[in-house]
């Protein structure tokens, strides 16, 4: 059985800095590319980063580029979002998603889904 639970998510302020981790379980995680996405209230759930199966490439959303790094840990089966410089409007709930083959944008072409994680910034 396919898991992803992730953690690190919690209150912080305008300009702090998070790191969220995604650990997977039941799957070949190497074999999978894998993604964090984000839903904040009465929003769709929306692509925020991606990280191939080898980590080489990392595409990420316009509106957290240069702010938020993905990467990955193949041995630990884990993987990261690295987040500075928050803004309130990067509150959401934030989920990982691993996806079998190549990385993707889209939320549909994702296979699995952890539970998320809540990520609130005051201002």
């Known amino acids: 059985q396919v898991q992803l639970v992730e953690s690190g998510g919690r209150l912080v302020q305008a300009g702090d800095s998070l790191r969220l981790s995604c650990a997977a379980s039941g799957l070949t995680f190497s074999r999978y590319a894998m993604g964090w996405f984000r839903q904040a209230p009465g929003k769709e759930r929306e692509f925020v980063a991606a990280i191939s199966r080898g980590g080489a490439r990392t595409p990420y959303a316009d509106s957290v580029k240069g702010r938020f790094t993905i990467s990955r840990d193949n041995a630990k089966n884990t993987v990261y979002l690295q987040m500075n410089s928050l803004k309130p409007e990067d509150t959401a709930v934030y989920y990982c998603?691993?996806?079998?083959?190549?990385?993707?944008?889209?939320?549909?072409?994702?296979?699995?889904w952890g539970q998320g994680t809540q990520v609130t910034v005051s201002s």
């Open positions: 998603a691993a996806r079998l083959s190549d990385y993707a944008l889209a939320v549909y072409d994702y296979d699995y």
